[in-house]
């Protein structure tokens, strides 16, 4: 059987393929980027599915509009506002997870051959995606405070891409948030340059003690000119429930309308249903208690992380204290003759039942194959210290 050309530049998901590994009984996993699903607000979303299967079980049980079912498009207006942005109704449409979002952008912007830049390190989702499109990507780097601006600039005059993507607020896996002073930066970068930014913000609700700057989206508004030169990808999946499948892409008019017509064309539109139970529960007022239960369990969970790695690894590791979102990124400094390759050091941590990430599938160019990712998400303080116990044994 022959496939596709663009298959030959993508490979599976190497953190999908780890999970084939985590079937041993009594394994502590830190490698998933799942929510926990004790903190899902079950009964909330069970009485939203209700309301909306006795009000309006027709509407919500048929085809709808490709754009998105209006009820929650206008909540979304609402939801998008108490952060700061302002946006119509008709200047979103809800996807399918705002890995769709990305799926359409990729589809709308990117021909083979184009330059885009994303982080280094960056979502491993979105290098299989824009690879698959036939982009060239191109690697800004981070460091604690978000991607190195002047170096973004740099690379935007030589290479004059079709697109950046950020993850500005607790990126995955990198953990780090863009600096005010630095977001104002690139909302500045992308008018003067005409290029256009994405925004990938899954994380931002996902905050400890202060709320993260705001959002480019937000801040777009005091940058003349950079609204037109950003995208936004929004989602329920960590501050909600992943399994509604609910996200959403907030894009200039040309850029919205390509992607609603090739949306059209892979599933005609985000189910109904879980549109209509999303829409039921924001109007319950729910969200907020469910997100300080999520916030403070992750905080909680966050430090007791950074307390076991120091304890238990010493100068081995060296990391940044995430401030909110679901990982620690971390790097093997080989100190005292341990481990300094991660690729190596998780296949000796299976052997000790526990799991996390090497950091390398994360680059889209020259991996730094000292780097792990670690999720403090799914496991409690218990498995946290025994976990990072463990991974010491095997360093």
Request: proline fraction near 6%.
């Amino acid at each position: 059987m022959q496939f596709a050309d663009r298959l030959n530049n993508v490979e599976t998901s190497a953190i999908r393929e780890l999970f084939k590994l985590l079937g041993k009984p009594g394994i502590i996993s830190f490698a998933g980027g799942f929510p926990d699903p004790a903190l899902f607000d079950a009964e909330g979303i069970a009485l939203a599915s209700d309301a909306v299967l006795k009000n309006s079980p027709g509407a919500v049980l048929q085809y709808g509009a490709t754009e998105g079912y209006q009820p929650l498009r206008e909540a979304l207006v609402g939801f998008m506002g108490a952060k700061g942005a302002t946006v119509a109704a008709d200047g979103l449409i809800v996807t399918t997870g705002s890995q769709q979002a990305l799926d359409l952008i990729g589809k709308t912007m990117i021909s083979p051959g184009d330059k885009v830049i994303v982080e280094a390190p960056t979502f491993l989702a979105t290098i299989q995606c824009f690879r698959l499109y036939g982009a060239q990507l191109i690697s800004a780097p981070v460091d604690a405070h978000g991607v190195d601006v002047d170096k973004l600039e740099a690379l935007i005059a030589e290479h004059k891409p079709k697109l950046v993507y950020l993850i500005p607020t607790f990126g995955n896996p990198s953990g780090a948030t863009l600096s005010l002073e630095r977001r104002k930066r690139v909302l500045e970068l992308a008018a003067k340059t005409q290029t256009l930014v994405v925004e990938d913000d899954p994380y931002g609700e996902l905050y400890f003690d202060q709320a993260p700057p705001a959002s480019l989206l937000a801040l777009s508004d005091s940058v003349p000119g950079s609204r037109e030169w950003l995208a936004h990808c929004g989602s329920f999946s960590k501050i909600l429930s992943p399994g509604l499948r609910v996200g959403w892409l907030i894009a200039p008019p040309a850029l919205l309308a390509k992607a609603t017509m090739c949306k059209q064309f892979s599933d005609a539109h985000t189910s109904n249903l879980t549109q209509a139970i999303a829409a039921q529960y924001l109007s319950m007022n729910r969200l907020g208690t469910a997100l300080a239960a999520v916030r403070a369990t992750y905080a909680e969970r966050a430090a007791v992380m950074a307390e076991a790695l120091r304890r238990e690894l010493g100068d081995a590791i060296a990391f940044n204290q995430p401030q909110g979102g679901m990982f620690f990124w971390a790097r093997l400094t080989g100190a005292n003759g341990r481990a300094s390759d991660a690729n190596v050091f998780a296949k000796s941590a299976i052997e000790k039942l526990v799991a996390f990430v090497p950091g390398a599938p994360f680059f889209a160019n020259n991996p730094d194959v000292s780097t792990l990712r670690l999720s403090f998400a799914t496991a409690d303080k218990d498995k946290i210290n025994e976990g990072i116990a463990r991974m010491a044994q095997a360093l």
